[in-house]
């Protein structure tokens, strides 16, 4: 088990990330705090070492994800989906960013996944191959039908590879 | 546009709240006594005890349920036996002779209590034929010593209640496997015993097929003043003063008797009474 310092500082580090990818899977505050925590709480549990930071972040990554996922799975989970929590934590961002949110957490999980980690956490498609555990191309594939999709919902031509 | 994505995820923090409950909730977690991790070999030896538990619990319920502890025989000239489990209730009911099987025929008697069961036997409509006449009922029981005095006094009372020439009979719980040896029912064996007391000339093939009736009539005629003495407790052996023999050839014509094997009819035909 993790030191409680150790353990807090991942926290504080990373809560923004897991926070986002939680966003963008459940759209929902509640659910949110669940994953938050069990993700935070594996991390407590898990005794392997890290080899740097970054190791860190992507295996935090891919916890978050996985711990989604799974959440989704639930039978009862998949019937209570809202989009509440853009409707909370958004009120007070501007038009275009929620704009843009919805766009991005209205596509398929596995689109969503690679946008955010390209676009927003800069891993190339070969990094983002490693995090989700897919083929290089398969991600080049899914990040070119995600542009595509936000394209036609946002327009512009701003989606460049 | 791709700015605008990171602007728009940019937006997103996690609630301080959220953090701050976070690392309570880990600390909680962290002071959680860890559950013992048993060792598999532990976890086998309790899966298996719990197997073995469940066989236990198993034998026993089939031995308490379906273990037949007393019989109670129920001759005229039909002869059949109940077999009774620890709670006095029928667990099978087999005919020793095809006016038996005749008899056991539609009725249901399996987990009646001994006493409805010989109630339901007695006033069946193929048994009111034997009974019409001056044939005469003996009930006999054997029990084992829990349920002796219970079964006894029960069995009485029901010959009691019972509006024909009726009477009960005691017997050892050992004969009733000799009984079945010879593919006899226990009341029937019961009373052969008694006649081979009575008349030496008498083997117990001659006596296997007579009828109940004739065995109680050449008991009479032999001067056993009441047939109904239990022949374990009889100690004097009277000679046929008549010699009366084994000439009941004849009379055993109108003895239906079982087949050669020594099976009772309706158990070998796979019916119990249900």
Request: charged share 30%; with cysteine; glycine share 6%.
């Amino acid at each position: 088990m993790r030191s409680e310092d150790d353990v807090n500082q991942a926290v504080e580090r990373y809560a923004d990330m897991v926070q986002r990818v939680c966003l963008y899977h459940l759209k929902n505050q509640t659910d949110t705090e669940d994953v938050f925590q069990n993700v935070f709480l594996k991390y407590m549990l898990h005794e392997e070492c890290f080899l740097d930071q970054e190791h860190e972040k992507a295996w935090l990554l891919r916890v978050t994800i996985n711990a989604c996922r799974d959440y989704l799975r639930n039978f009862f989970r998949r019937n209570t989906v809202s989009l509440d929590v853009l409707k909370e934590a958004e009120a007070e961002e501007r038009k275009d960013y929620r704009e843009v949110l919805e766009a991005v957490m209205s596509l398929p999980a596995k689109y969503k996944d690679a946008i955010y980690l390209h676009y927003y956490e800069g891993y190339s498609a070969a990094e983002i191959g490693r995090i989700l555990g897919k083929k290089e191309n398969t991600i080049y594939s899914q990040l070119s039908r995600a542009r595509g999709m936000l394209r036609d919902k946002l327009g512009g031509d701003g989606f460049d590879e | 546009m791709t700015n605008k994505i990171q602007d728009a995820f940019d937006n997103i923090k996690a609630d301080p709240r959220l953090t701050e409950s976070t690392k309570r909730y880990l600390s909680e977690k962290r002071r959680e006594k860890p559950r013992p991790q048993h060792h598999p070999v532990m976890r086998l030896a309790v899966s298996a005890a719990c197997a073995v538990f469940f066989m236990i619990m198993g034998a026993f319920g089939y031995s308490w349920v379906l273990e037949p502890v007393s019989y109670v025989s129920i001759d005229v000239n039909p002869s059949i036996e109940l077999a009774l489990n620890r709670s006095n209730r029928v667990i099978s009911a087999a005919a020793y002779n095809i006016e038996g099987e005749e008899i056991l025929e539609g009725l249901s008697l399996r987990w009646k209590k001994y006493s409805e069961a010989i109630h339901t036997v007695i006033e069946s409509e193929g048994m009111s034929v034997y009974l019409s006449g001056e044939g005469e009922l003996v009930l006999t029981v054997a029990a084992d010593e829990n349920h002796r005095e219970e079964l006894e006094e029960g069995v009485s009372r029901c010959a009691g209640h019972i509006g024909h020439d009726c009477h009960n009979e005691n017997a050892d719980l050992g004969t009733v496997s000799q009984a079945h040896e010879l593919g006899l029912s226990l009341g029937k064996y019961n009373a052969c015993l008694k006649l081979l007391r009575y008349d030496s000339s008498i083997t117990m093939e001659d006596c296997k097929n007579m009828s109940m009736a004739e065995i109680l009539i050449r008991l009479r005629k032999l001067g056993a003043d009441d047939v109904t003495d239990d022949a374990g407790t009889d100690d004097v052996i009277k000679e046929n003063p008549i010699k009366t023999g084994t000439d009941g050839s004849d009379q055993n014509e109108n003895c239906r008797n079982r087949g050669e094997d020594n099976t009772p009819l309706r158990q070998r035909k796979g019916h119990h009474g249900h």
